[in-house]
């Protein structure tokens, strides 16, 4: 079972959805909704109960999907029946909080990393004689689009994060990180945009 946790950004905790333990534990979703009513007090004691509303295939009245963290979730699933589906998801669910809360740790670390990295680069774009104009804004787009493929609103928008270095997964992380550093070199050496542009695009 894949995408059975979700994160958006370095600093909001992982999450399920009601949709997903109604999927997995072969509940109907209207069921999953009616227990996270009922129990809504309950769950709110492992913290805010986060939703959104959506429409399904952008037409009808928006629809509610529940966030449920670890505890909420591993609480929910208490509440329905102890059938084989719901005990192998349950197992699924613990380790793919686990593992999503690892990465998330190492994305914290790596973001960490990055940070003189990329004062590295501004302090070098500072002094560069033949940087044109725009060049922060311009550069951190074409990292970005070659590190994940997604402009910076892109990003924003797919991920839920407002600033768009914090919602690169850890092999984006690390591409983008080894990108920075040509872009460092190339821009010590007086190399124009062009030149900059072109190597990092064959990068």
């Known amino acids: 079972m894949n995408n059975l946790v979700f994160m958006h950004g370095l600093n909001e905790e992982p999450y399920t959805t009601d949709k997903i333990i109604s999927e997995c534990s ?3 979703l209207k069921v999953v909704k009616n227990l996270i009513r009922n129990h809504k007090q309950d769950l ?24 449920l963290n670890e505890q909420q979730a591993t609480l ?3 509440y329905l029946d102890n059938t084989p589906e719901v005990n192998k998801f349950k197992k699924s669910l613990v380790h793919e909080f686990y593992r999503m809360k690892q990465e998330l740790t190492q994305r914290q670390i790596n973001r960490a990393i990055e940070k003189p990295q990329r004062k590295s680069l501004t302090d070098a774009i500072k002094e560069w004689q033949q940087a044109p104009r ?5 550069m951190t787009q074409l990292l970005l689009k070659r590190a994940t493929g997604l402009t910076a609103q892109q990003i924003k928008k797919q991920r839920h994060v407002k600033v768009a270095l914090d919602g ?21 050496l007086n190399k124009t945009w062009d030149e900059v542009k072109g190597v990092l695009l064959l990068a």
Do not use: D, M, W
Not at 52 to 67: F, V
Not at 134 to 138: E, L, Q, S
């Open 44 to 67: 709110e004691e492992f913290g805010f109960l986060h939703f959104e509303n959506a429409k399904l295939s952008g037409r009808g009245r928006p629809q509610k999907t529940y966030h």
């Open 26 to 28: 072969n509940n109907q």
């Open 134 to 138: 725009h060049i922060y804004i311009n």
């Open 76 to 78: 929910l699933i208490t």
């Open 168 to 188: 690169l997964t850890l092999k984006e992380q690390e591409r983008y990180q080894q990108l920075e550093n040509i872009a460092i070199g190339l821009v010590g």
